[in-house]
């Protein structure tokens, strides 16, 4: 079982690092989208991506279904997830600046947000699998080994498959026809490690905690309200503050990572 639900989390390990390492050099430096346009369809996925996290974990903690909280939105994702991620990667050829950038960001807006209609509730499925503390703790290792092999797959294969470069392109990641069958490999893999993970733990569903009583309806002052209840806890806002100065300099690092080993 302990597998079954790690396994997910090679989706997350993919997808995050495709994103961190190649997705702006390949619009700016192989496109050709300035680096002003295509910050800014990151930012503006990322900005989305952290609204809609809270929500989505709102809104399945109060979806009932006869498969539980969880489940269902992660069959949901998996199909949307893998083909946003695959098309991503190959805009059409005549796309000019403009074009690019909607592209850029409507594609990686459909992927952060498939991802988090999936892996909100898939971590909160790993708390309720158990009870127990240092079971939950052995839960978050497998999860955690499982996102490191999904980073380890995402740079192995793409060095030594699709970026390994040829005799027009000595450096592989300047070739723009190797990003479309990365794009739909990993797409593929990314949809097989969701359905691994939500098939792998279905039959745990009768055994998940269930709310008691009638669910409050989901809705936006029901929202503000979890939104405030996290925010008033101090601990909460000290660990948020430090993840946020952390990421801001580990996403500068990683996405300009693969800028410094091309030109230095």
Do not use: K
């Given at each position: 079982m302990k597998n079954a639900?790690?396994?997910?989390?090679v989706a997350e390990g993919i997808k995050d690092t495709a994103f961190s390492t190649f997705l702006l050099f390949y619009f700016n430096?192989?496109?050709?989208?300035?680096?002003?346009?295509a910050g800014l369809?990151?930012?503006?996925?990322?900005?989305?991506?952290?609204?809609s996290d809270p929500l989505a974990g709102s809104f399945s903690d109060r979806f009932v279904h006869r498969w539980g909280l969880r489940h269902p939105l992660m069959y949901l994702s998996a199909l949307p997830l893998g083909v946003a991620f695959a098309l991503l990667w190959q805009p059409p050829t005549r796309l000019a600046e403009?074009?690019?950038?909607?592209?850029?960001l409507a594609f990686s807006v459909l992927v952060r947000q498939s991802m988090t209609f999936y892996h909100v509730p898939q971590m909160a499925l790993g708390a309720e699998l158990t009870s127990d503390y240092q079971e939950r703790t052995t839960v978050v290792a497998y999860r955690t080994a499982y996102g490191l092999l999904g980073v380890a797959l995402t740079i192995g294969i793409a060095w030594s498959v699709f970026f390994r470069g040829s005799k027009e392109?000595?450096?592989?990641?300047?070739?723009?026809?190797?990003?479309?069958?990365?794009?739909?490999l990993?797409?593929?893999?990314?949809?097989?490690?969701?359905?691994?993970?939500?098939?792998?733990?279905?039959?745990?569903?009768?055994?998940?905690p269930q709310p008691s009583g009638a669910p409050e309806s989901f809705g936006l002052r029901l929202l503000l309200r979890d939104y405030r209840g996290a925010l008033a806890n101090g601990s909460f806002r000290l660990f948020f503050v430090g993840l946020m100065v952390f990421f801001v300099v580990r996403g500068i690092q990683d996405v300009l990572g693969l800028y410094r080993?091309?030109?230095f």
């Open positions: 639900y790690g396994v997910g989390q430096q192989v496109l050709g989208l300035p680096g002003t346009a369809a990151l930012f503006i996925e990322t900005a989305l991506d952290a609204l403009t074009g690019l950038f909607l592209w850029l392109f000595p450096n592989g990641q300047y070739d723009p026809s190797a990003y479309a069958p990365f794009g739909i990993f797409g593929a893999l990314i949809t097989a490690s969701v359905l691994a993970s939500a098939l792998g733990t279905h039959s745990r569903i009768p055994q998940l080993t091309t030109y």
